[in-house]
């Protein structure tokens, strides 16, 4: 803000300190042309004089002035190091505070227990896959099925039906009203809000057939594994083992070979005697498929391993599909449409003049100040310069512009371009820029 004084010029711009919270920064600038000189402050609106940044500065010392427009905090242009890193931190914060309900949104949208029934479901059609014996990657129908892979699968059947109740839970499929378990969230802690799970008309329903059948499966699959298990087991049995050849000088041994006496005798290797042959029984796997006219005989798993095994694969692409219509409304719902109720935090941004007044001595440090965009820059700028170097044709009257475009640059008819020549310094003209962030880089022109 300008005002025009029988002393001088005296420019007051006030703007919130972007360091402490509620506190207001205010600096002065006052050009006296008749002493030849300027003083410039800087500090809080009730800062004591005395300790308030800044001091006098004389005109025929200054060698240049340089200024620019930007839109945003005027206090980032006078902090120290220390205070740069407090600022960095600070909007690290505001960012999360501001981004933290998209953030758990979609934090939310790739790890809930929908998510975990889906993963487990598909380990679970895995296992059962691998059931079914293989040879150099083809099927071996010949042999019985993969005993380490259905304990597995019964393994996997327990925890996948637990992961499936608590999913229509979180679902609103089930209702559990105790211990506060019946509140909507946004899927975190609560079960998940209805305005996602309830969507889409048939979105509920279809998440509670699918989820049922699949809790409902899994109980078969945890009963199917061990039962094939000892359906798929036969036990042979095999005599003789201590009997001595004729003509052979080896005696047989208990323990040795297929030669069983007893546990104790089996396991001192003693000399079998005389009618102490017993027989010797194995647990072996049938065959999951025998042919024809052979004395094997198959299991009986065959067909129900492969009901299994698909209906598995079926309910696994049914339960993808269900979280794929899940996914998709918690995205519509919490990143597309978001609940406008949700307070949002605003910061607001200041258009403003920097300044960058150089001196003759490289003793002198430059001295850099802030005006309000509703000053005149190019009249600051010329009333800043000696006598005899200003320039010439400055406009009586600025208007601040509505919408910041750029800057301003050097050159250009009625100030630059005709004082340069005379030897009268440059003073900026405005310049548009293809976007508005473009200032931002640009740094202070020769006036």
Not at 40 to 54: F, K, N, Q, T, Y
Not at 126 to 145: D, H, K, Q, Y
Not at 146 to 164: D, K, R, Y
Request: neutral net charge; glycine residues 10%; hydrophobic residues 40%.
């Amino acid at each position: 803000m300008e005002d025009k004084t029988s002393d001088g010029d005296f420019y007051f711009f006030s703007y919130a300190d972007g360091l402490k919270e509620g506190g207001f920064i205010t600096e002065r600038l006052t050009i006296d042309k008749t002493h030849g000189r300027f003083t410039w402050s800087r500090g809080e609106e009730d800062e004591a004089s005395g300790r308030r940044l800044g001091g006098t500065y004389m005109i025929p010392r200054v060698s240049d002035v340089r200024f620019l427009t930007r839109l945003g905090d005027p206090s980032r242009e006078f902090l120290s190091v220390a205070q740069r890193q407090i600022w960095r931190k600070r909007g690290v914060e505001q960012w999360f505070k501001t981004n933290a309900p998209r953030v758990t949104a979609l934090l939310t949208m790739i790890f809930n227990v929908l998510s975990l029934t889906l993963f487990l479901s598909g380990m679970l059609t895995l296992s059962c896959w691998r059931t079914i014996p293989r040879v150099n990657g083809n099927f071996n129908m010949s042999a019985g099925p993969v005993s380490e892979q259905l304990a597995a699968a019964a393994c996997l059947a327990f925890s996948t039906g637990v992961s499936a109740l608590v999913a229509g839970w979180w679902l609103g499929v089930l209702r559990w009203k105790c211990c506060g378990m019946g509140k909507d969230s946004e899927g975190l802690v609560g079960r998940l809000d209805s305005k996602v799970a309830s969507r889409y008309r048939l979105q509920r329903p279809l998440n509670g057939v699918i989820l049922s059948m699949l809790a409902l499966w899994c109980l078969c699959l945890l009963i199917f594994s061990p039962v094939s298990y000892g359906v798929s087991r036969k036990t042979e049995c095999s005599s003789g083992g201590c009997v001595k050849q004729p003509g052979s000088n080896l005696e047989p041994t208990c323990g040795v070979g297929n030669c069983s006496c007893s546990s104790l005798a089996d396991m001192f290797c003693a000399s079998a005697g005389e009618n102490s042959d017993l027989s010797v029984c194995r647990n072996v796997k049938q065959p999951l498929c025998a042919v024809k006219g052979n004395t094997d005989t198959a299991s009986g798993v065959h067909t129900p391993l492969l009901a299994i095994v698909f209906g598995t694969t079926a309910l696994t692409a049914l339960l993808f599909f269900t979280w794929l219509v899940n996914v998709i409304s918690m995205f519509i719902v919490w990143i597309i449409k978001p609940d406008e109720r949700k307070p949002v935090v605003m910061i607001p941004q200041v258009q403003y003049h920097k300044f960058v007044v150089s001196f003759v001595s490289p003793a002198d440090n430059k001295m850099t100040f802030t005006l309000s965009a509703e000053d005149d820059p190019h009249a600051v700028a010329s009333a800043l310069m000696p006598r005899g170097s200003r320039a010439r044709g400055v406009p009586s009257a600025y208007n601040a512009p509505a919408e910041l475009m750029g800057g301003y640059v050097q050159g250009g008819m009625g100030f630059g371009g005709l004082t340069s020549g005379f030897g009268f310094g440059n003073i900026g003209m405005p310049a548009t820029f293809d976007a508005v962030d473009d200032n931002e880089e640009l740094e202070p022109q020769w006036c």
